[in-house]
């Protein structure tokens, strides 16, 4: 069922986005070994308004990055933000041990460019999440 008001859609996108949120903390806590927590490094690209960054945070240090610089992230006092496209990233080779999107690959015209810079950037063992979930 749609939202029909303005304030039904603001609750709606809040649930959703709270699912989203610990469907990825609950792949993480899989994919993580729990001695690892805290000293990993984190990338999460198109990071919007950072909602997920303080679960993100959970799991290590995250640099969170977008084309545009929200005004709830710029209000995280202790976020490493990065105002950039991921096809053309400044970040060294090897950088990153969990590298992480939320609705973002359906945006992005050159998927090949991308994915080469994800790779770049990416440590040996990265964990790739770009999380596209779909439910009614």
Same mark, same amino acid.
Do not use: W
């Given at each position: 069922?749609?939202?029909?008001?303005?304030?039904? %859609?603001?609750? #709606? /996108?809040?649930? $959703?986005?709270? &699912? %989203?949120?610990?469907?990825?903390?609950?792949?993480?806590?899989?994919? +993580?070994?729990?001695?690892?927590?805290?000293? &990993?490094?984190? &990338?999460? @690209?198109? *990071?919007?308004? !950072?909602?997920?960054?303080?679960?993100?945070? $959970?799991?290590?240090?995250?640099?969170?990055?977008? +084309? =545009?610089?929200?005004?709830? +992230?710029? $209000?995280?006092?202790?976020?490493?933000?990065?105002?950039?496209?991921?096809?053309?990233? &400044?970040?060294?080779?090897?950088?990153?041990?969990?590298? @992480?999107?939320? #609705? +973002?690959?359906? #945006?992005?015209? /050159?998927?090949? $460019?991308? @994915?080469? %810079?994800?790779?770049?950037? !990416?440590?040996?063992? *990265?964990? =790739?999440?770009?999380?596209?979930? %779909? =439910? !009614?």
């Amino acid at each position: 069922m749609l939202p029909k008001t303005k304030k039904q %859609e603001k609750k #709606h /996108r809040k649930k $959703k986005r709270d &699912l %989203e949120i610990s469907m990825v903390a609950e792949e993480l806590d899989n994919l +993580v070994p729990k001695r690892k927590k805290g000293i &990993l490094t984190i &990338l999460e @690209f198109g *990071c919007g308004d !950072g909602f997920q960054i303080p679960v993100l945070e $959970k799991f290590g240090d995250v640099t969170a990055m977008d +084309v =545009y610089l929200s005004k709830e +992230v710029s $209000k995280m006092p202790d976020v490493n933000f990065i105002q950039a496209s991921i096809t053309t990233t &400044l970040f060294g080779n090897g950088k990153f041990d969990i590298i @992480f999107s939320n #609705h +973002v690959l359906e #945006h992005l015209q /050159r998927l090949k $460019k991308t @994915f080469k %810079e994800l790779k770049r950037i !990416g440590k040996k063992n *990265c964990i =790739y999440l770009p999380f596209q979930q %779909e =439910y !009614g």
